[in-house]
């Protein structure tokens, strides 16, 4: 590690994992840490949240956790004042929560639509919200929204509230990008393609889809679906976050940085 986020203060919202294993949030806790930034990491499941905490501490990183709801205004309100309160700033937030429910728009429910949108979208709405009238006083910060490649492209899968939430996440990345650029608060998008996390390999919808419920074989359709041959990791989302949080990344703004492995060049398999 090259200590690129030394002193930074980060939270990462969805740092917990929806199943055993490593999420996107959970390596990028841990990524964002080994590089030097005191983590809060950040879950509506404490438990999740809190053992994320203890993998950084017990690497000798620092970091704490939170639990709260991210469709709940005033919860969030409530945690970012707690942030603000311990360590005087803010320096990176990282989106991470996101759900995804199987359905076409004659299929889904009404309510899982809301749901669904509630969670993908007015969460990282609401922790912008919240945050970046502290960026701004501080004179600048990042700000990264976990999409997904599936925001700008059919993916094989029915699942509407994913396309649109992912696609107006992108585009208010954009925008809110181009508003406060002059301010020094920069927001990006990281998509990911095809990733072999526990969102996804536990995901009996998933399999259904892809494979009559059959879990080894919709992993296996899925890696022939990318052209490098597999499907990625959570380290992969976890390394472009640290891009984007460094100072590296100090004149990018308004990006959507595909983690993909070329699926977007729309190949389907290995020739």
Same mark, same amino acid.
């Given at each position: 590690?090259?200590? /690129? $986020?030394?002193?930074?203060? %980060?939270?990462?919202?969805? %740092?917990?994992?929806?199943?055993?294993?490593? *999420?996107?949030?959970?390596?990028?806790?841990?990524?964002?840490? /080994?590089?030097?930034?005191?983590?809060?990491?950040?879950?509506?499941?404490?438990?999740?949240? #809190?053992? !994320?905490? *203890?993998?950084?501490?017990?690497?000798?990183?620092?970091? /704490?956790?939170?639990?709260?709801?991210? !469709?709940?205004?005033?919860?969030?309100?409530?945690?970012? +004042?707690?942030?603000?309160?311990?360590? *005087?700033?803010?320096? =990176?937030?990282?989106?991470?929560?996101?759900?995804?429910?199987?359905?076409?728009? =004659?299929?889904?429910?009404?309510?899982?639509?809301?749901?669904?949108?509630?969670?993908?979208? #007015?969460?990282?709405? $609401?922790?912008? #919200?919240? =945050?970046?009238?502290?960026?701004?006083?501080?004179?600048?910060?990042?700000?990264?929204?976990?999409?997904?490649?599936?925001?700008?492209?059919? !993916?094989?899968?029915?699942?509407? !509230?994913?396309?649109?939430?992912?696609?107006?996440?992108? &585009?208010?990345?954009?925008?809110?990008?181009?508003?406060? %650029?002059?301010? &020094?608060?920069?927001?990006? %998008? @990281?998509?990911?393609?095809?990733?072999?996390?526990?969102?996804?390999?536990?995901?009996?919808?998933?399999? *259904?889809?892809?494979?009559?419920?059959?879990?080894?074989?919709?992993?296996?359709?899925? &890696?022939?679906?990318?052209?490098?041959?597999?499907?990625?990791? +959570?380290?992969?989302?976890?390394?472009?976050?640290?891009?984007?949080?460094?100072?590296?990344?100090?004149?990018?703004?308004?990006?959507?940085?595909?983690?993909?492995?070329? @699926?977007?060049?729309?190949?389907?398999?290995?020739?």
């Amino acid at each position: 590690m090259t200590k /690129r $986020l030394q002193g930074k203060i %980060a939270l990462v919202v969805g %740092a917990g994992s929806s199943a055993p294993g490593m *999420g996107n949030g959970k390596a990028t806790a841990i990524a964002f840490a /080994r590089e030097g930034a005191t983590v809060v990491c950040a879950d509506v499941n404490e438990a999740a949240a #809190k053992e !994320t905490e *203890g993998l950084i501490l017990a690497e000798g990183g620092q970091a /704490r956790h939170l639990a709260f709801d991210v !469709t709940d205004s005033a919860a969030v309100g409530r945690a970012v +004042a707690s942030v603000i309160d311990e360590f *005087g700033r803010i320096d =990176v937030l990282d989106n991470n929560v996101g759900i995804a429910k199987v359905g076409g728009v =004659v299929e889904l429910d009404e309510a899982e639509w809301d749901r669904v949108h509630a969670i993908n979208l #007015k969460g990282p709405f $609401l922790t912008m #919200k919240h =945050v970046i009238p502290h960026m701004v006083a501080q004179g600048g910060g990042s700000i990264i929204n976990i999409s997904s490649l599936a925001g700008i492209r059919w !993916t094989g899968v029915p699942y509407a !509230t994913y396309y649109s939430s992912k696609a107006a996440l992108n &585009h208010l990345s954009r925008t809110t990008a181009a508003e406060y %650029a002059a301010k &020094h608060v920069r927001v990006n %998008a @990281i998509l990911p393609g095809l990733m072999e996390t526990p969102m996804v390999t536990e995901s009996a919808e998933l399999a *259904g889809a892809y494979a009559d419920g059959q879990r080894e074989e919709m992993l296996k359709k899925r &890696h022939a679906q990318v052209p490098m041959g597999h499907m990625g990791t +959570a380290w992969d989302v976890a390394n472009a976050a640290v891009f984007l949080a460094s100072d590296e990344s100090a004149y990018v703004t308004g990006i959507e940085l595909r983690v993909d492995g070329g @699926i977007s060049l729309g190949f389907q398999g290995n020739s």
